[in-house]
Structures are given as C-alpha cells and as structure tokens.
DNA sequence: AGCTCATGTGAACGACCTTTACATGAGCTG
DNA sequence: CAGCTCATGTAAAGGTCGTTCACATGAGCT
C-alpha cells in the first residue's frame, strides 16, 4: 500500500503545508454558519483534515484566530470602503452615501468577517496590529467626512469632520446590526436597510445643511455652491428622502 | 460554628427555594463581567450553591436562561424608556432626547440585560414571549416617533413615524455598542457618546425640519395640532448642536 | 403517617480547549 | 548523499462545559 502513502502524500502528506491560511479560511466559513460564538477551534482543524491541536503551531489560542480574522476583515473593508469614496467622484454626497452603501454591503456579504470585527468580542486595542487596521478603516470614512465639512455651506458653521465621521459610523452600524445580519434581518420592515440608511444619512446631512438633492448630475467639479437659501429646504427633493418612487 | 450550619440550611436546605431567581441574578453578574459568550452554566449553578444539573429543573438549556435574561431586560428597558418619555413633557423634542439619552444610559448601566438582548445572539423572534417584550420597547421609541411626526412643520411633507423611530434606534444601538460599552468605551473620542448620540439626533431632527435652534418657524395657515411647542426653538445652543460651550 | 411530585444530587457521556511528549520530514550543511 | 535540526504534525491526557439519567430528599397535601 505505499502508493496510498505516496498519493496522500501528493495531496497532502505529513505536513501540511499551508495550515495558516487553511485553518483561516476554515474558521471563516464556520463563522459565517454559525457566528463567532459557534466556532470552534477542533472544528476548523478538522475541517482541514489535521488533528485537534496542529493548529497550535500557528495561533497562540482560538482567540488569537478569531483575532487574526478580524483583522483581515478590517484590511478587506477599508478596501472596499476607499473604492466606494473613489476619492469623492462625481461628487461628494454621492460619494459619502455610496461609503454608507459599501458599509451594508459589507455587512451583508460578509458575515464572518463583520462578526469577528465587530460582534466576537474580541478586545481591538489589546493587539496593535489589529487596532491600526481597524483605524485604517475608520480613516476612510473621517477621510469623506472631512472632505464633506469642508464643503460646508456658507453661512452655516463647519461641522467637525471627526464627529461627522462617529456620527455616520454609529448610523451604518447600527442599521447592520440591528437590520441587516442574521436574525435580526427578519424584522418586518417598511423599507429595505439599504433604504433605511439612505434616507437616515440623507435627512443627517440635510440637518447640517448640505444639499442633498442630487437629481440633476452634476456637470461642474463640484457640486454649485449652496445657494444662500439652502438651508430652507430648497434642496429637498419632492416627498423627502424617503418616500422614494420604486 | 454550627449555628452557621443551621442558618445555612435555614437559608438553604436540600431544595433551595428560590433558586430560579438566584440563578438569573448570578448570570447576570456573569454576563456584566465576561459577556454573554462567557458566561457559564456551569458557574451560574456554582454560584448559586447548588450541582450543574440542577438548573435544568429551570431552564431547559443554557440559552434559555439567556433568553430569560433578555426578555426581562427588555421589561426594564421598556419602562425606562417610558419613564424618560414622560408623555412627551416639557416638550416634544425634549422628551423625545431623553428618550435617547435613557437608551444609552440603560446600555452603560446594564451591560448585562444590553449584552443578553442584542450582542448575545439570542434569536428573537423564536420566542414570542420575548419578541412581545422586544416590540413593547420599541413602541416607546415609535409612539414618540409618531408624535414627534406629527409635529412636523407645516409645509414640509410629514416623516413617517415607523422610520423616524428605526433611525433614532439605530443611531442610538450604534452609538452604545460602538461607543459607550466595553472595550468599544475606551475608544478616544473627541466627546461623550451621550454628547454624539444628543448632536446626532439633533441634527437628524433638523433635517427633518424641525425646528432645532436659530432657525426662524415657518409660519403657515394649518397650525399644528399639537400646540404650542412646535415653535418653541428651546434645546439647542447657537453655533449648532455641536461645539457645546463647557 | 404516608403519598407524591417538584426539586436537588452524583455519575457519566461527549465535545471542546489546551498542554505535553513524541514523530516526521523539509531543507540546510558538510 | 548523509546527517542534523527545527518547524510542523500526532496522540494522549487533564480540565471545563453542557446535558442527561437514575436516584435522593423533603414540602405540602390527604
């Protein structure tokens, strides 16, 4: 029998060979099963064909995979997030709501990686490596904010970007994880999250009187300067966010 | 010291007497200390003084338990949603900040009950006795939404109450979960998550047209059919809801 | 007093996490 | 190519948990 011996061992002999990122893989589609609080460690070493402890000569414990998991997450939504910003094209509403978009969209299509960024519990300033991802991250959408302050209507004092930002964060979290993932996406709801989160950004930004009316592309650079009456609801569109004709 | 054994079993014999209570007490000093993941059956029972196996005379399985928890928390949240409500006195939006400011206070003063009902993964909808309790407590969040609404200023179309209420949820589930509770709380921020929760809704608010601050009322023909209030711009300080003086 | 049933106990099973001692073999060195 | 070394795998074992089951206890009723 030792061409079976030889054939494993083509497949996969003694040695694995690429362990690390078999187990990361592993883990991610049991987190997205099962959610980070059902995972397990034996479960991924298994599913990778080793024995229950082979994965200890690549993560210090089951957290620290969960951690690095995280961290790939924060890596791959950064990404995501400063391709939606595309640097503020056409223009920058359209731009900051097209990051809120991206944020859902995230959540959405990738579960286990939103679970063990922002639902595993697991302690983001403990491990450095970890907390610069998660504000690489961040820093994409106070990078659109701050882009967004400055373009503050005159008239009107300039919104800190920074609160603009944890303000924009909280409403994106918030939708996700109360609308958007696993059970909680069964809530009978008026209107899709995406929707809702639009409407909500949309009638935010209205509040610090940006116009918000994007209708008309916009052919200059950038959007016309508010007019001086902007803020007295020149720039609503008929019906409001909301209430959007399918 | 055998008084002592004769006030234990005084306390205490073979049956407990009341150990179902005891049992949702030492989990929720559990699950305030190392979260609803943490949190142990096993170490409930110990605390409690009683084997491993006598919970199940109670509870069906672990999660049962945490439901349990959940839904009383709900309860609690329901009623000090309520109480901050305070049907809408001194004045609509008044209240309706209180509202917010109570949903982030229940989060920070109740790590557990707030970890059991929305970070424990406890499936609401599978229960209905807690998915009541669940609906009850956001219908304090909705009946406020709805007469916040209906105070909408007149010219301006009239938000609908159920999304205006899913809004100021999400952004206050945002803020407590981002912000405001565990590791997420040591965050440096350049404020106060009740401070970004308060500016957040009020910003909302204005961009659903209400009036917020220096924004003279729109005056029209139909008064509103709430009095006076609408018009009243009390809450905010001028230079917007941000930038609070010290 | 005796019965009954809710409530608690102890033992046992399987799963998991983690550590420890040992096995294998890939790659370097001579 | 022989031999060494060390990263990487395995098996076994200890500890904790969740859960079940047969059995013990005693509170309350008749």
């Given at each position: 029998m030792s061409w079976r011996k030889e054939t494993r061992r083509a497949e996969r002999g003694y040695h694995h060979g690429n362990l690390k990122e078999a187990l990361l893989q592993a883990a991610l589609g049991l987190i997205a099963e099962k959610g980070a609080a059902g995972f397990t460690f034996a479960d991924a070493a298994r599913m990778a064909g080793v024995s229950a402890a082979a994965p200890y000569r690549h993560f210090r414990d089951r957290d620290e995979l969960l951690s690095s998991i995280a961290q790939r997450g924060f890596e791959q939504f950064e990404s995501r997030l400063t391709a939606a910003w595309d640097d503020g094209r056409p223009d920058t509403v359209t731009a900051f709501e097209r990051v809120g978009r991206a944020y859902l969209?995230?959540?959405?299509?990738?579960?286990?990686?939103?679970?063990?960024?922002?639902?595993?519990?697991?302690p983001v300033d403990v491990n450095p490596a970890l907390q610069a991802a998660s504000e690489?991250?961040?820093?994409?959408?106070?990078?659109?904010?701050?882009?967004?302050?400055?373009?503050?209507?005159?008239?009107?004092?300039?919104?800190?970007?920074?609160?603009?930002?944890?303000?924009?964060?909280?409403?994106?979290?918030?939708?996700?994880?109360?609308?958007?993932?696993?059970?909680?996406?069964?809530?009978?709801?008026?209107?899709?999250?995406?929707?809702?989160?639009?409407?909500?950004?949309?009638?935010?930004?209205?509040?610090?009187?940006?116009?918000?009316d994007r209708r008309p592309p916009a052919k200059s650079a950038e959007p016309p300067p508010v007019p001086p009456e902007a803020s007295s609801g020149s720039g609503v569109p008929p019906g409001g966010p909301w209430g959007k004709p399918k």
């Open positions: 969209a995230f959540a959405r299509e990738e579960p286990a990686f939103y679970n063990a960024m922002f639902e595993s519990g697991v690489r991250a961040f820093n994409v959408i106070r990078a659109a904010a701050e882009r967004l302050a400055a373009l503050a209507p005159p008239g009107t004092p300039r919104p800190p970007a920074m609160m603009m930002a944890l303000h924009i964060w909280s409403m994106a979290h918030g939708v996700a994880s109360l609308f958007s993932r696993g059970d909680a996406a069964r809530r009978k709801l008026p209107m899709s999250p995406d929707e809702l989160l639009e409407a909500e950004v949309l009638i935010y930004l209205r509040g610090l009187g940006f116009p918000t």
